[in-house]
Structures are given as C-alpha cells and as structure tokens.
C-alpha cells in the first residue's frame, strides 16, 4: 500500500468516486453543512477532497497557507486529518474559524492563524502545537490581481508587478514547505488572466516556481469552473466580445501537484 494515502489496492475497482484523469470536470459545488461558498474566490470543495485522497492519510497535517473561507479545513476535518489555515485578513480568518467549529469533531485538530505566509513563523506555529512535519500542503494563491482580497501591501493581489507577484508566491512556497516531509506532496490551484491584449500564463510561471526549488512535477491538471458571481450575468457580452476579437474566454484553471525530493 503507498505510504502517502489510505487507499487499498486491492480495492481498486471500488473507488469509482476518485479521479485519477487529468480532466476534472465538476459540475455543482459541493454546498453540504459548513461549505457556504459565500467567499468570492473559494475553490470548490471537491478539489481539496479529491487530492487529500489521494494523498493524505487520516491524522496527518495539511498546511493551506492561503485559507480563505476555509474550504480545505472543513474537508480535512470531514476526513479526519489535522489542519492548520494561514489566512491574511483577520475577520475572514475568524469567519472560517466559526464556520470549522460547527463541525468539529474531537478526533483531529485544526488551527487557525491569521498573518503573512511569507513570513509567518511555521516553526513556532508547528512547536505550539507539538508536531515537526507537515505531510500536505495545498495552496490557493489570489490569480495575481483578478479579484483584490484587501487593502493591505502583504497581500499577493496587491502586488505590483508580476515579477513582484511571483517573487512574493515563491516566499510563500519556501515558508509553507520548508517542513513539508521529504517524499511527501503539495498542489497548488491557479488559473491563468489576460492583461494588455494578452495572456499571462500565471499558471505555468507558478508551477515553474515549484521546479526552479527542486519539487517534481507529478500532474498537470485543468478543471473547468462554471461561471463567477461577477461574470454570471454577463455570458453574453463576453460571447460578443470573443467571437468579435482574438480571444477565448477562460473556462478553466489548473491543479499542479508536485512531490518533496530534497
Ligand atoms: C484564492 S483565495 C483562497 C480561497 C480558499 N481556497 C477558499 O476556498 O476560501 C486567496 C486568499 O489568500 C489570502 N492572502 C493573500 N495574500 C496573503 C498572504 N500574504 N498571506 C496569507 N494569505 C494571503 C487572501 O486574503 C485570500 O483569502
């Protein structure tokens, strides 16, 4: 059996319900108890559910150092692994430590702190709670500036430029993997944006943040997302615009998984 997961080979046959293709196409969010999907941004349940899965085991800890609503701590709480959210803004970060605690249960931990992933101290975040390593690590990062989550200059959809956004998202990368354990794995999910008549491939200078500090690229994999509450009324416009100019209109975003070698 993989030493990273709980799956079973030889039940292979019964985990009809888990992806092993590189399309994931989900077609309704999962909206069940404390998933509200209220924050504009959120990612859909179903994809930190799909790669705990896969790659996690019960009681093991997931860091998300870009928390948001919370969405990967209530389902790694669901699981029954252990969680700690970094999120920048303090009131959303409270909001998502209400929304967990509805339902809580005594059998796994999950810490909330609100801070800088670039800079937060994961050493004294990790000894306060009495562990050393951390066996998964999924990252949301904002998609640059395409939604502004605050005022603040610490924030990565403030930044400037893109080489200021990358540089910023590599800081957060070597914070939140330094005690990733060795052979273990992390994903981060990021979509692409256009800027000044052309695309801006963020995914793929994200993912190669990841290879320039040494992680293997394990999965390339592209999800649809359905419309966007700022975009939902304005199928049409778009359709216009697009058949009418040079461009195609985003449907997707990509989940990279990488794996700790060194
Ligand atoms: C794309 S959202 C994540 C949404 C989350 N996956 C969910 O389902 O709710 C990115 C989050 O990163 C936060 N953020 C931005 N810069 C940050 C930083 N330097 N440190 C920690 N969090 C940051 C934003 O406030 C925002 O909530």
Request: net charge positive; proline share 3%; hydrophobic share 35%.
């Amino acid at each position: 059996m993989a030493k990273y997961n709980d799956l079973d080979p030889k039940k292979w046959k019964e985990y009809t319900d888990i992806n092993t293709d590189s399309l994931w196409i989900i077609d309704k969010r999962d909206n069940s108890g404390a998933h509200t999907g209220d924050y504009h941004g959120n990612f859909v349940p179903q994809i930190p559910h799909q790669l705990f899965s896969r790659y996690t085991k019960k009681g093991d800890w997931i860091l998300d150092p870009f928390m948001g609503s919370g969405t990967s701590l209530i389902e790694a709480q669901r699981m029954g692994r252990n969680s700690i959210g970094i999120e920048l803004q303090q009131t959303v970060a409270c909001e998502a430590r209400e929304r967990i605690e509805t339902e809580r249960r005594d059998d796994c931990a999950v810490k909330v702190v609100s801070g800088d992933s670039r800079t937060i101290d994961m050493d004294k975040i990790m000894n306060d709670i009495g562990i050393k390593k951390l066996q998964f690590v999924i990252m949301h990062p904002p998609y640059w500036d395409i939604i502004k989550f605050s005022e603040s200059k610490n924030d990565l959809s403030n930044m400037e430029s893109l080489d200021e956004f990358l540089g910023a998202f590599g800081e957060v990368i070597d914070n939140s993997t330094k005690r990733l354990e060795k052979n273990r794995y992390c994903a981060c999910v990021i979509g692409d944006k256009y800027s000044n008549s052309q695309v801006i491939p963020l995914g793929f200078y994200c993912m190669n943040k990841f290879i320039e500090k040494g992680f293997l690229l394990k999965a390339i994999l592209v999800k649809n997302f359905g419309e966007t509450k700022g975009k939902s009324n304005q199928q049409g416009i778009w359709r216009y615009r697009a058949i009418t100019n040079d461009f195609y209109i985003f449907k997707h975003e990509y989940i990279f998984v990488f794996k700790k070698v060194k």
